[in-house]
């Protein structure tokens, strides 16, 4: 989940009015029972107007959502893995090339997993355990940097 305050808000009014109508923020947290995916956008440098350049999406559904309105032609996303307080490990940031969910037959609930660039399936929640043999899948966003393989073009 990604929290803020209002201690953290841009109070500096020139730069409100660069960004408006968004909303400038100087600091926006973290917390550990949700995954993070980073989505970096490609607008390109000839396209000043455009003042987000990376969202933090904070679960698989919104990543879904975030993904379609911009198209995975514009973006490249990363699931990153907190330490959650832990000194003895590190974040880590690991592309995205596919997510997918699976859901129990009769059941509408859906687990989320993501491929990351070297074709293994990991879950976006750390609890979550291994899908069963007798799932249904759906695959809810590829992207189109990468060719059928599952390797960069």
């Not at 989505?39 to 440098?45: A, D, K, Q, Y």
Request: one cysteine or more.
């Amino acid at each position: 989940m990604l929290l803020t305050n209002s201690q953290w808000a841009e109070t500096n009014p020139g730069k409100r009015r660069l960004v408006a109508p968004n909303l400038p923020l100087l600091c926006v947290g973290l917390t550990g029972e949700s995954p993070i995916f980073l989505v970096e956008l490609f607008w390109g440098f000839e396209d000043a107007d455009r003042a987000i350049r990376s969202v933090l999406v904070p679960s698989p559904e919104e990543l879904i959502k975030v993904v379609r309105e911009f198209g995975t032609t514009c973006c490249r996303v990363f699931h990153v893995t907190l330490s959650n307080g832990d000194r003895d490990s590190a974040p880590m940031f690991e592309e995205v090339i596919a997510l997918q969910s699976y859901r129990e037959y009769g059941s509408d609930f859906k687990s989320y997993i993501f491929v990351d660039r070297q074709g293994r399936q990991r879950p976006c929640f750390s609890w979550f355990s291994s899908p069963h043999a007798d799932v249904l899948w759906e695959d809810e966003l590829r992207f189109d940097y990468v060719d059928q393989g599952g390797k960069y073009d």
